[in-house]
């Protein structure tokens, strides 16, 4: 493995149970947690005591924001802050509201810290949430984040929708509610995909 790129500018923060002079290396460049005074030792500690850190950080390095006592907004934004000051490419964020009380975007610390985040040029991956499969569940769906989400291995695919193409070009709805679908076979129109007063 070659040396770390200039451009990349980690913090290791030493914390309970975390060495940062020898946790951090070459692959693991920045390591910080994001504290609230409430919090007890453990806590105050880049180690994932949880284990969802670690497991996303096996695809990608990580950093918790979230405690025991929740996700602190305050917490959000400084971690979009230190990573976009760290020269990130991508931000994944395996996070999100709950989809019944999912704030306005003016007020949700994800989608402010993503679209400040897009402004500099990174990208930012969400997950779409844990409350499905109903309607309305989704989160993270602000139109500057890209947000992924997964579907069982017996997918039903119901329906064409022409993206701008024929062919290669079209692409499948999947489980798609059948108004939506019918609407798009009779129109063989585009469709958006961002609701029309969200991308004012």
């Known amino acids: 493995m070659g040396p770390v790129p200039s451009r990349w500018k980690g913090?290791?923060?030493?914390?309970?149970?975390?060495?940062?002079?020898?946790?951090?290396?070459?692959?693991?460049?920045?390591?910080?947690?994001?504290?609230?005074?409430?919090?007890?030792?453990?806590?105050n500690s880049p180690r994932d005591t949880i284990g969802h850190g670690t497991?996303?950080?096996?695809?990608?390095?990580?950093?918790?924001?979230?405690?025991?006592?929740?996700c602190h907004g305050s917490s959000i934004m400084a971690a979009f802050d230190d990573a976009?000051?760290?020269?990130?490419?991508?931000?994944?964020?395996?996070?999100?509201?709950?989809?019944?009380?999912?704030?306005?975007?003016?007020?949700?610390?994800?989608?402010?810290?993503?679209?400040?985040?897009?402004?500099k040029g990174v990208i930012v991956v969400c997950s779409a949430g844990n409350d499905g499969p109903t309607s309305s569940t989704v989160v993270n769906t602000a139109p500057w984040i890209l947000t992924v989400a997964a579907t069982t291995i017996d997918r039903d695919l119901e329906s064409d929708v022409i993206l701008g193409g024929v062919g290669d070009a079209a692409n499948k709805v999947i489980k798609a509610q059948q108004n939506q679908i019918q609407a798009l076979k009779m129109k063989r129109e585009t469709a958006t995909l961002i609701h029309w007063n969200r991308g004012k």
């Open 84 to 119: 976009i000051g760290d020269g990130v490419d991508v931000l994944s964020l395996s996070l999100g509201a709950s989809a019944f009380m999912r704030p306005d975007f003016s007020s949700d610390p994800i989608a402010i810290g993503a679209f400040h985040a897009v402004q």
């Open 11 to 43: 913090v290791c923060m030493q914390g309970h149970d975390f060495i940062a002079s020898t946790n951090c290396n070459r692959k693991l460049i920045g390591a910080r947690y994001y504290n609230d005074s409430t919090e007890d030792e453990q806590q």
């Open 55 to 70: 497991h996303t950080a096996s695809t990608a390095a990580g950093a918790s924001v979230c405690t025991s006592s929740g």
